[in-house]
């Protein structure tokens, strides 16, 4: 059974799946970890889909690293 990302519980090492979306939930937890000027961008929503990222937290990571 695949994460649900609308309703399950997102943390850091959340894996991302094929099935994952960028819900409100995810949202929220990237504004969590990044700060509330946390927004995605075209070219983040494509990296994070590219099979890059395993976890939440990587993905988080990678936001506050390319904005430094």
């Not at 937890?29 to 890059?52: P, Q, T, Y």
Request: aromatic share 14%; hydrophobic share 35%; glycine share 6%.
């Amino acid at each position: 059974m695949s994460f649900n990302w609308h309703s399950g519980p997102i943390t850091r090492t959340t894996p991302l799946d094929s099935n994952y979306r960028n819900t409100q939930k995810v949202r929220q937890f990237l504004a969590r970890e990044c700060g509330e000027e946390f927004k995605f961008d075209r070219a983040f929503m494509v990296w994070i889909k590219s099979g890059a990222p395993a976890t939440m937290g990587e993905v988080a990571d990678e936001w506050l690293r390319k904005r430094r």
